[in-house]
């Protein structure tokens, strides 16, 4: 048994991966050294965002000197199907394309250098049909990627007329391009007998599994997926991994040759999807105290030409439509509305900072109209122990409102405010604003079917241990994490244990590493492993000792102890002993997560396995003349429940809040009518860069028991603080309204500088 | 044959010299640690650095490799992640371990290059100092808070001791390996630098060539001239500042002389692109490249500069002003090549100000970026000039504007009655910088921009920036 003060001292902050990172040793996709004879496979991709392909000449291409073959959509031996949720994405068009970049064919060369040349050589003519890039004339044509969705609680209908104040409003917010560093690529190599191992710079190793078995036709066991780690992935690698897996895999079944493909960026930026952009429409009813007694939104997502994962990101989407608020009638509908952009798909928050944005802009709206402030009315609505959500479930160790107050003392807001009211009044050309942004996420896959995981223990004879889990390395540290929680069951040093890379052969049927619940869904798993192990050593002990089966056994310290002191042994010896008795020194761990359920037909259930709380505060300086802006600070409040290991968990609300600042001021993703991507380049797509993030950020640890459901009881904390970005929209409004209180606000996100100078001016 | 060292090894190769030097480093030489992200300089994953010999020792500046033609590489010591390591981790290294720096870890081969690059090329160092070292690095996982604290902490341990820095003691702090201390004399052995082809593509730094089109670049034979002698130098003579056409953002940024020419001019550099972009870019590229929102091109046309054109030993002088033809139309003759830039050195009543905007405030391409010099004298503008970027096919020389405000007495009727000139002058297009409305009203702004820091007690700027 693992004693509770165990645990604690395992809590501690580590990174296994970071000597390996400074120094430039850590092997990613394009590292692996390739085998002689490696072919590299290209993308001829389309031009035109809906059209029907006329016809096709690739006889020029084919005949270049190093081109190997060419491959169309005739050559794939089992489905030219992809789609993950809904199978309605070719993986390489046949009679039309849907979007620019649609993959068409794939050439395959001797060198990167003859692909390049010989998918210039290509020449497909398409006839150009009639384009569709906005979702609100998607859905008024009734171009659907899935059925529309909506949770209902209460009667909006009749709650508006009892309303004080009622608003209504459209609120939008733009995509962003995940910028994974490391750009989509997959390595094949055939294995002779009809199998082939994958190496892919994926999220989801089964769902490349599955997909690439699809495509070729075979079972899924003739296909391995191996994945050492990736650098970046965000949510871009869940699904949006497996179209390159799947070519490459082809391309070595067609020649018997090993293939690798790895995007350039700009390859990347045109053909694979980003996060949904939103057009919403809201309704706010409030009483004479603020409290907001009804609300109803309509969320149109722009799903791209194919479904990818937009019916559950669109899912997410309602599940927090009203964030941190306790809101007694909801009617919230939803449509996953198909264009001809390229298939959106997950990015961190997946939908729910879409959600999340909207309710936020109802509020700030309501309260401009009122005349008090905004967080006036945040405050009065929070949630409490026990506040029913729109989808049946009920908070439990709410830590809504505990997340708030503490924002609000710790940081003095009193001060803050009164701080930037002086400098707004001294001030003639530089105007700050404040905005405060409380978030609450469920932490779960919303489809409850993939609740679950798997880990494969070995304890090997000398006592060194190697475990493998379903979870993927992306930078977020879940390697850390599951070595700590090896090293926590076992009572040994980190140091002892080897994390193998990611395997379909090992870990089978895997969950990709997403949702934020990939720590706690692999660790449990992990857990469960070791706790077999351990199990099966403390059977061997007490015979040994020839002690009750009821003394507590410690293992701590490389050593254990029987809890009376009586006896003691070392790990080492420990291990060599059970291996002598022809114990088990192998384990699988299993874990599904327990008490969730949703149920589709009710819209009702409880779909999360708890929730994580926070509230950000962000103070922002605006140029008046110029229309630029920094932020000066963002002050947190977080819950991570009891964090096992705090730096880790630190990057991850510093990283995860500078992605949503940037969701919501510079990035911004341009299309032009005919579905052409302008921002197609990382010169023209700014992500933030060392100058744009706050100048300060603060992050306070609220340390609570946590939920039992969390790996150690620390909560998850991938996604959540994206969502406290949302904060520098408003932040900005704010400092616009100081300068220009008959501003116009449009609630268009992002605010880019563009945006704040016609505002200014409005 | 291209010669040069790579960390601590003699590099001597045939491979063409048009291709990428990230390329070369990663394919023929296996050194994977420098990453490929984006192909255009503008994420530092595959910073490398770049020593070269000067009087003073080898002088290291970070460069982008993905963007750096191998024939650039011709004598000089290029060092990478693989070139830092030793068998312990480097107080850099160390640094960014210590404050959890690091997560996807793609990123962060660049950011150690980086911050060691600062280290080598500074005597001093200061927190803001290793931090611009950076600016050309991107990360998308930790939101650089931690990167920040392992800087400071670097900055920190290096000013325990006040001495000044140099290899000797970088090597002894073991910050870089021992070999680095006899590349001086490795790099001697295998000089010039200078290198001659048959080609016909003037090649610079190759900031804007193998973003354009790196394909052809790998085929092209080039003409290199990012290290020929007869275009480099700075000058102050006879009231005037010449620099050559080779020289970088980056080296007039370091340059006292430039300083003496260009007063204030730090917060300029700084809206410049990047560290390691500067390090690269030169001038003469950035004037003949054309680009409508060339921000040194704005800058020099408002410092009414005079171009210096060579040809077979030839030479005319040109106004800056008429070089611009059409879009990306120059008066450049064949087989010309520009050779020197010259601007006459202000006064002391001479008012300089150079404004830029964009998406990101820093690092980005100008939404519009707009320059001006004038003389104030008794309230009264002389010899002003004016110019706009991103609100018209060329950069452009605001003739009408600056001959308007030519001679009178500064004041907010006259700003405002400029404005209405100014807007005869632009013809802003909606492109990815921004819609043609918002460039329009940037261009107001940052017109009037020029003269916020006048203190001049008849000018009320408010009264122009809200009623206009």
């Known amino acids: 048994m693992t004693s509770n003060s165990n645990i604690k001292k395992r809590k501690k902050s580590f990174n296994i991966d970071a000597p390996l990172h400074v120094t430039g040793r850590t092997k990613y996709l394009d590292d692996l050294s390739e085998l002689a004879g490696t072919l590299f496979a290209k993308v001829y991709y389309s031009k035109i965002a809906y059209g029907h392909i006329e016809s096709m000449d690739t006889s020029k291409a084919a005949t270049m000197a190093g081109v190997i073959q060419i491959i169309s959509y005739k050559d794939i031996p089992g489905e030219n199907q992809v789609g993950g949720i809904i199978p309605d ?133 003739k296909i391995e997926v191996d994945v050492n780690r990736i650098g970046g992935g965000f949510g871009g690698k869940e699904d949006q991994a497996s179209p390159w897996a799947a070519m490459v895999a082809l391309a070595s079944f067609l020649t018997n040759r090993p293939v690798k493909y790895i995007l350039e960026r700009g390859e990347d930026l045109q053909m694979t999807g980003k996060r949904h952009p939103y057009r919403s429409r809201y309704k706010i009813g409030l009483d004479k105290n603020y409290k907001i007694v009804a609300f109803e939104g309509q969320y149109f997502q722009n799903g791209g030409a194919a479904a990818d994962l937009s019916p559950a990101v669109l899912g997410r989407t309602l599940f927090h439509a009203t964030n941190s608020y306790f809101i007694p009638n909801v009617t919230v509908d939803a449509y996953s509305c198909r264009t001809n952009l390229p298939p959106n798909t997950a990015f961190r928050g997946f939908g729910g900072p879409q959600g999340m944005y909207v309710i936020e802009a109802a509020i700030h709206h309501a309260a401009r109209k009122i005349g008090i402030p905004a967080q006036l009315i945040q405050e009065r609505n929070l949630l409490e122990e026990g506040s029913e959500f729109s989808y049946g479930q009920k908070t439990e160790a709410c830590e809504a409102k505990n997340c708030w107050f503490q924002a609000k003392n710790r940081y003095d807001i009193g001060q803050l405010e009164s701080d930037i009211k002086q400098y707004n009044a001294d001030n003639k050309y530089t105007k700050k604003g404040l905005a405060l942004m409380p978030i609450c996420f469920g932490i779960s896959f919303t489809n409850t079917m993939m609740n679950n995981a798997r880990a494969l223990v070995h304890v090997y004879s000398d006592g060194s241990v190697g475990i493998s889990t379903g979870a993927i390395e992306m930078g977020q540290g879940v390697s850390s994490k599951m070595i700590q929680v090896a090293a926590s069951n076992f009572g040994i040093e980190e140091r002892q244990i080897k994390l193998e890379t990611t395997n379909t052969t090992r870990v089978a049927n895997t969950s990709p590493s997403a949702a934020s619940a990939t720590a706690d869904l692999n660790g449990k798993a992990l857990q469960d492993a070791c706790k077999q192990i351990i199990s099966r050593l403390k059977k061997l002990l007490v015979t040994k000792w020839d002690i009750p089966k009821s003394n507590v056994l410690i293992f701590d310290n490389n050593t254990i102890t029987s809890k009376d002191n009586q006896h003691s042994i070392l790990w080492k010896d420990l291990i060599r002993l059970a291996f002598q008795n022809r114990i088990n020194l192998s384990a699988k761990g299993h874990y599904a997560t327990p008490r969730i359920n949703f149920d589709n037909t009710t819209r009702k259930g409880h779909p999360f396995a708890y929730h994580v709380y926070g509230t950000a505060i962000t103070t922002c300086t605006v140029d008046c003349i110029r229309g630029n802006y920094e932020f000066d600070a963002v002050q947190i409040v977080h819950d991570f429940g009891t964090s096992m290991n705090r730096a880790v968990d630190l990057g991850q609300i510093e990283g995860g809040l500078a992605q949503g600042i940037g969701w919501m001021t510079m990035e911004e993703l341009i299309y032009n009518e005919a579905g052409v991507l302008k921002s197609s380049n990382l010169a023209n797509y700014k992500i933030p860069d060392i100058y744009s993030v706050p100048k300060e950020v603060a992050v306070h640890y609220l340390e609570t028991a946590g939920s039992d459901l969390a790996i150690l009881k620390s909560k998850a904390v991938g996604e959540p603080p994206l969502m406290y970005g949302i904060g520098a929209y408003f932040a900005l409004c704010n400092a616009i309204l100081a300068y220009n209180a008959q501003a116009t606000i449009t609630y268009v996100a992002p605010m880019t500088a563009e945006k704040v100078l016609m505002s200014l001016y409005s | 044959m291209i010669t040069f060292i790579l960390n601590n090894q003699l590099v001597k190769t045939s491979a063409a010299s048009g291709i990428a030097l990230l390329d070369f480093i990663r394919k023929e030489k296996q050194l994977k640690g420098s990453k490929l992200v984006c192909k255009e300089g503008e994420c530092g994953a595959c910073s490398i650095l770049v020593g070269e010999l000067t009087e003073d020792g080898v002088f290291y500046q970070s460069m982008t490799s993905c963007i750096t033609p191998l024939v650039n590489a011709q004598g000089k010591h290029i060092v990478t992640i693989e070139g830092l390591n030793m068998e312990t981790l480097s107080p850099v290294q160390k640094a960014m371990v210590d404050a959890y720096g690091t997560q996807c870890g793609f990123c962060t081969p660049g950011f150690v290059v980086s911050l060691s690059g600062y280290l080598l090329a500074n005597e001093t160092v200061s927190t803001a100092g290793i931090i611009g070292a950076i600016d050309g690095n991107i990360c998308r996982c930790t939101g650089y808070k931690s990167i920040e604290r392992a800087a400071e902490n670097i900055i920190a341990q290096v000013q325990q001791d006040l001495s000044k820095i140099s290899i000797d003691r970088l090597v002894a702090e073991k910050y870089i390996p021992t070999y680095f201390k006899n590349i001086p004399e490795r790099l001697l052995a295998i000089q010039p630098i200078e290198t001659t082809t048959n080609g016909t593509v003037k090649l610079g730094g190759g900031t804007d060539l193998y973003v354009q089109r790196p394909v052809a670049m790998y085929e092209t034979e080039a003409m290199p001239i990012y290290d020929r002698s007869a275009m480099k130098g700075i000058e102050i003579k006879d009231g005037f500042c010449t620099f050559g056409a080779a020289e970088t953002m980056g080296s007039l940024y370091r340059s006292e002389l430039f300083k003496k020419a260009l007063p204030d001019s730090d917060y300029i550099f700084k809206l410049l692109s990047s560290t390691q972009i500067r390090n690269m870019a030169t001038i003469g590229g950035n004037l003949v490249n054309a680009s409508p929102i060339g921000d040194f091109t704005i800058l020099l046309l408002a410092l ?165």
């Open chain 1, 89 to 221: 994405e070719p993986l390489l068009a046949e009679q039309e394309v849907h979007f620019i970049g649609m993959p068409i064919l794939i050439i395959v060369a001797e060198t990167e250098l003859i692909a390049h040349k010989a998918s210039q050589l290509i020449e497909v003519n398409i006839q150009a049909k009639e384009v569709i890039i906005d979702p609100i004339e998607a859905y008024q044509r009734k171009h659907f990627l899935s059925d529309p969705i909506a949770l209902k609680m209460g009667d909006t209908d009749s709650s508006f007329l009892d309303c004080e104040y009622v608003f209504e409003g459209r609120a939008e917010s733009g995509g962003q391009e995940h910028v994974y560093l490391e750009p989509q690529g997959a390595y094949a190599i055939p294995n002779g007998d009809g199998s082939i191992k994958i190496y892919s710079s994926t999220q989801g190793p089964t769902a490349v599994q599955r997909t690439v078995a699809k495509v070729l036709g075979v079972s899924m066991n």
């Open chain 2, 304 to 468: 009414d500069s005079t171009l210096i054109l060579e040809k077979d030993g030839n030479r005319r002088s040109l106004a800056l002003k008429e070089f611009y033809k059409g879009y990306k139309q120059i008066d450049l003759n064949g087989g010309e090549v520009l050779e020197k830039i010259r601007f006459k050195l202000p006064s002391n009543l001479t008012k300089f100000h150079f404004e830029k905007v964009s998406q990101r405030k820093y690092f980005d391409i100008a939404s519009v970026n707009f320059a001006s010099k004038f003389e104030l004298k008794d309230g009264l503008i002389q010899d002003i000039h004016l110019a706009v970027g991103g609100v018209g096919p060329i950069p452009t020389y605001l003739h009408k504007t600056s001959a308007f405000l030519t001679g009178k007495i500064l004041t907010e009727v006259l700003i405002k009655a400029a404005i209405s000139t100014l807007y005869t002058e632009i013809a802003p297009i909606s492109d990815a910088r921004g819609s043609a409305d918002y460039k329009r009203l940037l261009a107001r702004q940052l017109f009037i921009a020029q003269f916020l820091a006048i203190e001049q007690a008849d000018l009320v700027f408010e009264k122009i920036i809200i009623s206009v």
